[in-house]
């Protein structure tokens, strides 16, 4: 008697697990589109070359000097006494260290400010994902590691009008 109670229940936990099943509403973002195709990303890459571009010149251009500084010395170094050869040299080691120190620092710093802007772009994103899921009755979004997703399913063109669309006045 027992095990047709058991067996009772066991069919109407599965009964109700193929009714949840069938009202599953689920949809696919193709997560690099839509971070990459956000006005907070292009924001985020505007910044980045806002703050960066000054820097980047002004190494470009002080490696431009530095290449016609060792030209020169290369050309004069005939007409050069050997103290003045061993003197050009040296100056020329030390702001060549000195370019290549500068050139690091600023590479990390551009590396450390791009991952900070960019956990923030896809933090907002997701953020963006999971309301327009909650909102539209959605109980799962998949994104990385799909394969495929009938274009019905595809959220991306839906959230990219969200993302673009002007932050409601506070």
């Known amino acids: 008697m027992g095990w047709i109670i058991a067996v009772g229940m066991l069919v109407m936990g599965l009964a109700a697990a193929q009714v949840q099943a069938a009202t599953l509403k689920v949809g ?6 839509l971070v990459q195709s956000s006005p907070q990303y292009k924001a985020a890459l505007a910044a980045l070359r806002a703050e960066f571009l000054p820097k980047q010149k002004q190494l470009q251009a002080e490696a431009k ?23 050009a040299e040296l100056d020329l080691r030390e702001k060549l260290e000195a370019f290549r120190k500068e050139s690091l620092q600023t590479q990390q710093a551009l590396n450390t400010r791009r991952d900070e802007l960019f956990t923030k772009v896809q933090k907002s994103v997701a953020q963006a994902v999971q309301q327009y899921a909650a909102a539209h009755g959605y109980n799962l979004v998949l994104a990385n590691g799909v394969i495929y997703a009938d274009h019905g399913m595809d959220l991306t063109p839906a959230l990219l009008k969200v993302l673009k669309a002007p932050a409601p006045a506070h």
């Open 28 to 33: 696919v973002v193709n997560y690099g589109v």
């Open 65 to 87: 000097a530095l290449r016609a500084k060792q030209a020169n010395l290369q050309r004069n170094q005939a007409t050069m006494t050997q103290d003045q050869v061993a003197q």
